[in-house]
């Protein structure tokens, strides 16, 4: 498994890095509604979490703008100029970036476990 943490690139080439945390997690839980812990379980838990498209949208979005908040101050973005640097064309690409981030972040999970498989 590479030791480096998953990437995408912005609108404007900027290079966001997405590297997990126990806080990260805890903040997903406690702003998005999102319990990452629970969704890397089974393929069930991730239809739980996002139960309606649309609002799977948005939670994506906030939970990739708590993982990048760090980063998003440092550049001195508000999280709509972030929203837009993303939205649409590096949308899947940040949420794969994301998804292989949480695969990472709990390598033993169900979810970790096919990701590895994967590559």
């Known amino acids: ?5 998953p990437t ?3 609108l404007t080439g ?17 702003e998005s509604g999102v ?4 969704l890397v379980r089974t393929p069930r838990s991730i239809r739980r979490a996002f ?10 979005a906030g939970i990739l703008f708590i993982v990048c908040e ?6 001195g973005l508000s999280p709509e100029a972030f929203a837009r640097l993303i939205f649409p064309p590096t949308f899947e690409k940040a ?8 695969a990472r972040f709990f390598p033993y999970s ?5 990701h590895r498989a994967t590559v």
């Open 95 to 102: 949420v794969d970036a994301l998804f292989v981030a949480v």
């Open 14 to 30: 900027c290079t966001w890095r997405l590297e997990l945390t126990r806080g990260m997690i805890a903040a997903v839980k406690t």
């Open 51 to 60: 139960r309606d498209g649309r609002d799977m949208l948005q939670q994506l």
């Open 8 to 10: 995408f690139t912005d």
């Open 35 to 38: 319990d990452l812990e629970d």
């Open 70 to 75: 760090e980063q998003i101050t440092a550049e």
């Open 110 to 114: 169900e979810f970790g476990r096919a």
């Open 1 to 5: 498994m590479p030791d480096t943490a």
